[in-house]
């Protein structure tokens, strides 16, 4: 009874949303009752956010984490909400440069990350690049400047933590380089140097990979190192498949043995790579699985489940794959007057994908296409949904949204 | 009464003036009515060139971003790109490039380069290169420079004529990039100047600079200038005029940066009409349109109609407007010379130039949709979602259809009522977006970074 308890508690912690796209950067949920169709009236709740953001909340206990921008960046923010309600908590504002970006793009496109003790965020501009650490009831504790960004379309990658690190990647137009901070201190650990330059911006999140017998590694996604590894307790770069030659938006995905990851550029994407893990220094040759050049996302991180492979492009076609071999299985349209660039997630057999319409989509993770369902969100979106539970929550351009729960 | 036979005449020399191989396509659009027909035959249908090579007469490098399509003409082949793979390596950095090629082997003959403007990415957008599409004219070559230079060159080996500089001369501010492609019909060249709005205020810094044109083309002196559009450009103006005949009397239609279409007395630039292609937008509060859609499509002359979209370039998917209007009427004729159009649900944003075949308009809405819609009636009769944006524009030869979309697939259909998809061939490597064309019975398809010659092999 009490190991049956405890083995529950430790899966609900696994299943935190704590980092954008949940899981490692999965985008999958374990979730089973988060509802399938739903009117406005069906919102939890609906809470204005002040300035605008494109980023997902991320939740810890009862509480609720996001970044958002007011004053054309001058002011970043940090909100802690309530999940039962929405009400905020508390809220952090951060005084900045603003800067030029994508006119699509926010200037708190970046998702915050939280431990058990610690929240922690990344606001860039010109001169700065400032990660910051709260305890949770809003104190904060640490704040680290990595120096200037230089971007053409501006910021997009959110920190990440593993153990006793905060993983940061900056791959930028200017001096580029993954850090690892000392989730405790703010101090960094180790920066490794990357190859950056003119639009070589990369805006994916990492995700971590553990594997008996070898080192734990962080997986990133950019146009120069294409899908590369660095060891985690060192920064020394592992391996890289360089399979890409455009801009990378999306982020990287662990999916069995391989890693998947988009490159695209203005109207679309234009190469969905799937790399086996492994090997030494650059591994371009022996170790792409696959690639895919038709039909494939430019912004939205495909999600894997255990032998398939969906993704939406950003023009909102709907796609299935086989996961071991890339063969496509089927290509469908969502809706043809909108675009997409939150990215899907898989929640109980299904996937939903919100438009920047504001309609979140639902349909079928399965061999044959099944548009389930269309559901209001009550604004236009840029963000990817968190799962909590039997909750769903979305940011919209200025709203945060609740949808499920009792 | 007179017309038939006058009709048949006109035909019969037309027939007789064209050499037998086929027809150059010397401009954006081919023809000065910019309607993507042509009378080639026996072009090929399927073509491969990753695996093995099928059909494929030649390929050249390019640069790494080719936004303009090719013009074909004397025995060359001309095309707008960047300097990415540079053809002269004591020529770096970031140039717009104008290469120009031998049509029957792909030999690189010269290439014109443009330094970036100095104003940075405000005016002239990091790396776009070259967009603009030439125009030649017997040994001439008209094209706008990334400078918003109207540039007239010898076409055998490039050699200056005469430079137009909009910005110097004119007061022209383009927004971040210069793209119109040029028109030249009797003595006079047309072009867009590009004026556009500032990248950072917002708004006209210069109203009154001109953004339609005509010059004479020998001399390059202004013969008249416009700036309809005033403070009203929403962006940028990166569209090309059209040139054609409606009951007897000739006119140019200049895509507006206000989502307006003016039609001129081609001579005089005497203003013949004017259309809001963004009258079914409603607007918001502060009286600004639900839309960025704009003109940059071009107008396309069909007997007395110009059929034209409303669109931007990447970033919406949203809804759009195809129409055609009734270009016999004068003055603000947006409420009296609308003949159909499909909006809202019924067409999305497009960039795309349509064909207009046998009663028929083949158009491409920018998430993908190719359309066939009835030109009388404006009823869409089939459609094929390519399931991939599209900027591109088709073109119709020897009853086939060509459409190529953002992964570089180009299908074929047959022309006609009933939809029949004859071939869908693979995106050509280092093609994505753009349109096709056909000179001589070869097509010609520019990509990213490549340019193919496709023929018939045997």
């Given at each position: 009874m009490l190991l049956a308890s405890f083995a529950l508690l430790a899966d609900a912690g696994a299943q935190e949303?704590?980092?954008?796209?949940?899981p490692n950067g999965s985008g999958v949920s374990d979730s089973k009752s988060v509802p399938v169709t739903w009117t406005e009236k069906d919102f939890r709740w609906r809470v204005p956010i002040p300035g605008e953001s494109h980023c997902q909340p991320v939740v810890s206990g009862d509480k609720l984490f996001l970044t958002s921008a007011i004053e054309q960046g001058k002011e970043r923010m940090l909100l802690c909400l309530n999940k039962a309600d929405g009400k905020e908590l508390w809220s952090k504002k951060v005084a900045m440069a603003t800067y030029a970006k994508h006119k699509l793009n926010s200037f708190a496109s970046s998702s915050p990350a939280v431990d058990k003790d610690r929240v922690y965020a990344a606001f860039v501009s010109s001169e700065q690049f400032l990660v910051k650490a709260w305890d949770h009831s809003g104190k904060e504790l640490w704040t680290e400047d990595l120096g200037a960004f230089k971007a053409q379309h501006g910021h997009g990658s959110s920190p990440v933590v593993f153990e006793d690190r905060l993983v940061l990647t900056n791959d930028q137009d200017g001096e580029s380089f993954i850090a690892a901070l000392d989730t405790k201190t703010g101090k960094v650990a180790w920066k490794s140097a990357r190859r950056g330059g003119d639009q070589m911006t990369a805006y994916g999140t990492p995700c971590i990979l553990e594997r008996k017998g070898a080192p734990t590694q962080v997986i990133t996604s950019s146009q120069t190192h294409g899908l590369s590894s660095l060891d985690l307790k060192t920064g020394a770069p592992l391996w890289e498949a360089k399979v890409f030659d455009k801009r990378a938006v999306s982020s990287p995905v662990l999916a069995g043995d391989l890693v998947i990851g988009t490159c695209g550029q203005g109207g679309g994407g234009s190469c969905l790579a799937a790399v086996k893990i492994g090997g030494n220094g650059d591994v371009t040759s022996s170790n792409v699985a696959y690639t895919i050049r038709q039909v494939v996302p430019y912004v939205p991180t495909p999600v894997a489940t255990a032998d398939r492979l969906f993704w939406v492009t950003d023009g909102g076609v709907a796609n299935c794959a086989e996961l071991a071999t890339g063969k496509v299985l089927w290509s469908e349209r969502l809706v043809d007057k909108t675009i997409f660039y939150g990215s899907p997630v898989a929640i109980d057999g299904k996937l939903y994908i919100v438009s920047q319409k504001g309609d979140m989509f639902v349909f079928g993770a399965s061999d044959s296409f099944k548009l389930l369902s269309k559901n209001p969100m009550g604004e236009g979106s840029h963000s990817t949904p968190c799962v909590d539970g039997d909750r769903l929550y979305l940011k919209t351009f200025t709203h945060l949204v609740c949808v499920g729960g009792k | 009464m007179n017309r038939a036979p006058l009709a048949v005449a006109g035909l019969i020399l037309l027939l007789a003036a064209s050499p037998s191989r086929g027809d150059d396509w010397p401009m954006l659009g081919g023809r000065p009515d910019r309607n993507l027909v042509c009378a080639e035959k026996?072009?090929?249908?399927a073509f491969e060139a990753e695996k093995q090579q099928k059909n494929v007469k030649w390929a050249v490098n390019l640069g790494k971003t080719t936004y303009g399509t090719p013009a074909v003409a004397g025995g060359r082949v001309f095309v707008g790109t960047n300097n990415e793979q540079p053809r002269d390596p004591a020529l770096k950095g970031d140039k717009g490039v104008l290469m120009c090629f031998a049509e029957a082997d792909g030999k690189f003959l010269w290439q014109a380069v443009h330094a970036k403007l100095e104003t940075g990415e405000l005016e002239d957008a990091a790396f776009i290169g070259l967009c603009s599409t030439p125009c030649i004219a017997g040994d001439r070559l008209y094209y706008v420079s990334n400078r918003a230079e109207l540039i007239c060159c010898s076409a055998q080996d490039g050699k200056p004529v005469w430079t137009l500089d909009f910005r110097k001369e004119l007061g022209v501010s383009p927004h971040q990039g210069s793209a119109s492609s040029p028109l030249v019909v009797g003595d006079l060249v047309y072009v867009v100047t590009g004026h556009g709005s500032d990248f950072k205020k917002h708004k006209v810094l210069n109203p009154k600079a001109p953004s339609f044109v005509a010059v004479n083309r020998s001399t390059g002196k202004l013969v008249w200038q416009d700036s309809s559009p005033g403070d009203r450009i929403f962006a940028g103006q990166w569209g090309s005029p059209s040139y054609g005949v409606v009951e007897g009397k000739a006119q140019v239609a200049f895509p507006g940066g206000d989502g307006w279409l003016y039609a001129f007395e081609p001579e005089t630039g005497k203003l013949l009409w004017k259309f809001n292609c963004k009258a079914h937008e409603k607007l918001d509060?502060?009286?600004?349109?639900?839309?960025?859609?704009?003109?940059v499509a071009t107008p396309v002359y069909a007997g007395h109609r110009v059929i034209i979209a409303t669109g931007i370039d990447t970033d919406t998917n949203g809804p759009g407007c195809l129409r055609a209007i009734d270009a016999r009427k004068s003055g603000d004729?947006?409420?009296?010379?609308?003949l159909w159009k499909l909006a809202g649900e019924e067409f999305a944003c497009s960039i795309s130039t349509v064909a207009v075949h046998e009663g028929l308009v083949y158009a491409v809405q920018f998430p993908g949709m190719f359309d066939c819609i009835d030109l009388?009636?404006?009823?869409?009769i089939w459609q094929h979602d390519m399931l991939s944006t599209a900027f591109g524009s088709p073109l119709v030869a020897d009853g086939k259809a060509y459409v190529r979309n953002g992964d570089g697939e180009v299908l074929v259909f047959q022309t006609g009522r009933e939809k029949k998809l004859l071939a869908k061939n693979a995106?050509?490597?280092?093609?994505?977006?753009g349109s096709v064309v056909a000179a001589n019975g070869v097509l010609f398809v520019a990509g990213r970074n490549k340019l193919y010659a496709l023929a018939e092999t045997k």
């Amino acid at each position: 009874m009490l190991l049956a308890s405890f083995a529950l508690l430790a899966d609900a912690g696994a299943q935190e949303w704590t980092r954008f796209r949940g899981p490692n950067g999965s985008g999958v949920s374990d979730s089973k009752s988060v509802p399938v169709t739903w009117t406005e009236k069906d919102f939890r709740w609906r809470v204005p956010i002040p300035g605008e953001s494109h980023c997902q909340p991320v939740v810890s206990g009862d509480k609720l984490f996001l970044t958002s921008a007011i004053e054309q960046g001058k002011e970043r923010m940090l909100l802690c909400l309530n999940k039962a309600d929405g009400k905020e908590l508390w809220s952090k504002k951060v005084a900045m440069a603003t800067y030029a970006k994508h006119k699509l793009n926010s200037f708190a496109s970046s998702s915050p990350a939280v431990d058990k003790d610690r929240v922690y965020a990344a606001f860039v501009s010109s001169e700065q690049f400032l990660v910051k650490a709260w305890d949770h009831s809003g104190k904060e504790l640490w704040t680290e400047d990595l120096g200037a960004f230089k971007a053409q379309h501006g910021h997009g990658s959110s920190p990440v933590v593993f153990e006793d690190r905060l993983v940061l990647t900056n791959d930028q137009d200017g001096e580029s380089f993954i850090a690892a901070l000392d989730t405790k201190t703010g101090k960094v650990a180790w920066k490794s140097a990357r190859r950056g330059g003119d639009q070589m911006t990369a805006y994916g999140t990492p995700c971590i990979l553990e594997r008996k017998g070898a080192p734990t590694q962080v997986i990133t996604s950019s146009q120069t190192h294409g899908l590369s590894s660095l060891d985690l307790k060192t920064g020394a770069p592992l391996w890289e498949a360089k399979v890409f030659d455009k801009r990378a938006v999306s982020s990287p995905v662990l999916a069995g043995d391989l890693v998947i990851g988009t490159c695209g550029q203005g109207g679309g994407g234009s190469c969905l790579a799937a790399v086996k893990i492994g090997g030494n220094g650059d591994v371009t040759s022996s170790n792409v699985a696959y690639t895919i050049r038709q039909v494939v996302p430019y912004v939205p991180t495909p999600v894997a489940t255990a032998d398939r492979l969906f993704w939406v492009t950003d023009g909102g076609v709907a796609n299935c794959a086989e996961l071991a071999t890339g063969k496509v299985l089927w290509s469908e349209r969502l809706v043809d007057k909108t675009i997409f660039y939150g990215s899907p997630v898989a929640i109980d057999g299904k996937l939903y994908i919100v438009s920047q319409k504001g309609d979140m989509f639902v349909f079928g993770a399965s061999d044959s296409f099944k548009l389930l369902s269309k559901n209001p969100m009550g604004e236009g979106s840029h963000s990817t949904p968190c799962v909590d539970g039997d909750r769903l929550y979305l940011k919209t351009f200025t709203h945060l949204v609740c949808v499920g729960g009792k | 009464m007179n017309r038939a036979p006058l009709a048949v005449a006109g035909l019969i020399l037309l027939l007789a003036a064209s050499p037998s191989r086929g027809d150059d396509w010397p401009m954006l659009g081919g023809r000065p009515d910019r309607n993507l027909v042509c009378a080639e035959k026996g072009l090929p249908v399927a073509f491969e060139a990753e695996k093995q090579q099928k059909n494929v007469k030649w390929a050249v490098n390019l640069g790494k971003t080719t936004y303009g399509t090719p013009a074909v003409a004397g025995g060359r082949v001309f095309v707008g790109t960047n300097n990415e793979q540079p053809r002269d390596p004591a020529l770096k950095g970031d140039k717009g490039v104008l290469m120009c090629f031998a049509e029957a082997d792909g030999k690189f003959l010269w290439q014109a380069v443009h330094a970036k403007l100095e104003t940075g990415e405000l005016e002239d957008a990091a790396f776009i290169g070259l967009c603009s599409t030439p125009c030649i004219a017997g040994d001439r070559l008209y094209y706008v420079s990334n400078r918003a230079e109207l540039i007239c060159c010898s076409a055998q080996d490039g050699k200056p004529v005469w430079t137009l500089d909009f910005r110097k001369e004119l007061g022209v501010s383009p927004h971040q990039g210069s793209a119109s492609s040029p028109l030249v019909v009797g003595d006079l060249v047309y072009v867009v100047t590009g004026h556009g709005s500032d990248f950072k205020k917002h708004k006209v810094l210069n109203p009154k600079a001109p953004s339609f044109v005509a010059v004479n083309r020998s001399t390059g002196k202004l013969v008249w200038q416009d700036s309809s559009p005033g403070d009203r450009i929403f962006a940028g103006q990166w569209g090309s005029p059209s040139y054609g005949v409606v009951e007897g009397k000739a006119q140019v239609a200049f895509p507006g940066g206000d989502g307006w279409l003016y039609a001129f007395e081609p001579e005089t630039g005497k203003l013949l009409w004017k259309f809001n292609c963004k009258a079914h937008e409603k607007l918001d509060k502060d009286g600004f349109p639900e839309t960025p859609n704009q003109l940059v499509a071009t107008p396309v002359y069909a007997g007395h109609r110009v059929i034209i979209a409303t669109g931007i370039d990447t970033d919406t998917n949203g809804p759009g407007c195809l129409r055609a209007i009734d270009a016999r009427k004068s003055g603000d004729v947006t409420r009296t010379a609308e003949l159909w159009k499909l909006a809202g649900e019924e067409f999305a944003c497009s960039i795309s130039t349509v064909a207009v075949h046998e009663g028929l308009v083949y158009a491409v809405q920018f998430p993908g949709m190719f359309d066939c819609i009835d030109l009388e009636t404006g009823k869409r009769i089939w459609q094929h979602d390519m399931l991939s944006t599209a900027f591109g524009s088709p073109l119709v030869a020897d009853g086939k259809a060509y459409v190529r979309n953002g992964d570089g697939e180009v299908l074929v259909f047959q022309t006609g009522r009933e939809k029949k998809l004859l071939a869908k061939n693979a995106g050509l490597p280092g093609v994505e977006n753009g349109s096709v064309v056909a000179a001589n019975g070869v097509l010609f398809v520019a990509g990213r970074n490549k340019l193919y010659a496709l023929a018939e092999t045997k």
